[in-house]
């Protein structure tokens, strides 16, 4: 949904209701130039976690990994 300034100062209650259920909530100075868009907050306050392309991809399943240096055979193209 894309509104402009007045439109959002008009029906804030109405489109914060909206951006929190997910609805994505664009804001213009008109329907032609978008300047803001309204996302819901998690309930983590991560910068992270907050971007769904990064989701996820924060977490370590292996914590070893993360201390144990490779071994010889996982080195692979990066010996030559």
């Known amino acids: 949904m894309t509104v402009t300034v007045e439109e959002a100062k008009a029906n804030m209650a109405s489109i ?13 100075l008109d329907a032609l130039h978008p300047v803001a868009k309204l996302v819901p907050l998690s309930a ?12 996820g991809s924060t977490c370590t399943h292996d914590t070893a990994a993360l201390v144990n240096p490779l071994p010889p055979e996982e080195w692979g193209a990066l010996t030559t």
Request: proline share 4%; glycine share 8%; no cysteine.
């Open 16 to 28: 914060l209701v909206k951006a929190q259920a997910g609805e994505e909530v664009i804001i213009g």
């Open 44 to 55: 983590k306050s991560s910068r992270l976690s907050r971007h769904p392309d990064l989701a």
